[in-house]
């Protein structure tokens, strides 16, 4: 039996994809750009351009895992708008399918490798 015929489709994320969207959980209602950016170094401690989490930010939000607005000028930010990111459904369940295969992918490993 195939994967694709037991039920709902699989929502695919690459592991930088996948740490996009929980950085963008992490930083809330200020989830732009460089908040993300931040979020990610912190708990990463990867060194990451600013190009690769905006190229990352835009793929998802074509997919439909996030949304985003256009906040207000800002005199930090010269006056200039930012644009803000929030997860939509579609994204947690993405989010939540990872998780999972993860989960049976690391089970039976031995206590080094699995997951909670």
């Known amino acids: 039996m195939s994967y694709k015929s037991r039920g709902a489709p699989h929502l695919y994320l690459g592991e930088f994809e996948l740490l996009v969207l929980l950085a963008v959980i992490r930083s809330g209602d200020d989830a732009y750009g460089v908040t993300i950016r931040e979020e990610l170094a912190r708990k990463t401690s990867r060194e990451l351009s600013l190009g690769a989490v905006y190229k990352t930010l835009g793929r998802l939000e074509?997919?439909?895992?996030?949304?985003?607005?256009?906040?207000?000028?800002?005199?930090?930010?010269?006056?200039?708008?930012?644009?803000?990111?929030?997860l939509e459904p579609l994204g947690a369940r993405a989010l939540k399918q990872s998780f999972t295969a993860f989960r049976r992918l690391t089970q039976d490993l031995g206590p080094e490798l699995e997951t909670p």
């Open 62 to 86: 074509r997919k439909g895992y996030l949304s985003v607005r256009i906040g207000d000028p800002t005199p930090e930010r010269g006056g200039r708008r930012k644009k803000l990111y929030h």
